[in-house]
Nanobody, 114 residues
Framework: QVQLVESGGGLVQPGGSLRLSCAAS????????MGWYRQALGKERELVAR???????NYADSVKGRFTISRDNAKNTVYLQMNSLKPEDTAVYYC????????WGRGTQVTVSA
């Protein structure tokens, strides 16, 4: 079974940076899409960023210019570089991968607070 394991979450001050990683295991095949979703307390889960085959990317408007998603196909790993973090970025961040079905990580907490 495919497993997605996130790492890199934590507490950071406003304006700071954080880098999330998500490593996929249990499959040698690549994914059509890998990305990140987040869910803040009391809010719906939303797409943050994703990278597709061919390395095209999509970003939520709220993170454009601040976040960068990248993918290492050889390692089946996706990264999210988060800069200029704001308190409203506080959420649980979930890794997601899509092939013939959808896979989710358990999530990693990101807290932006002074």
């Amino acid at each position: 079974q495919v497993q997605l394991v996130e790492s890199g979450g934590g507490l950071v001050q406003p304006g700071g940076s954080l880098r999330l990683s998500c490593a996929a295991s249990g499959s040698s095949a690549s994914f059509a899409t890998m990305g990140w979703y987040r869910q803040a307390l009391g809010k719906e889960r939303e797409l943050v960023a994703r990278v597709n085959n061919g390395d095209s990317t999509n970003y939520a408007d709220s993170v454009k210019g601040r976040f960068t998603i990248s993918r290492d196909n050889a390692k089946n790993t996706v990264y999210l570089q988060m800069n200029s973090l704001k308190p409203e970025d506080t959420a649980v961040y979930y890794c997601h991968a899509q092939r013939f079905t959808s896979y989710w990580g358990r999530g990693t907490q990101v807290t932006v607070s002074a």
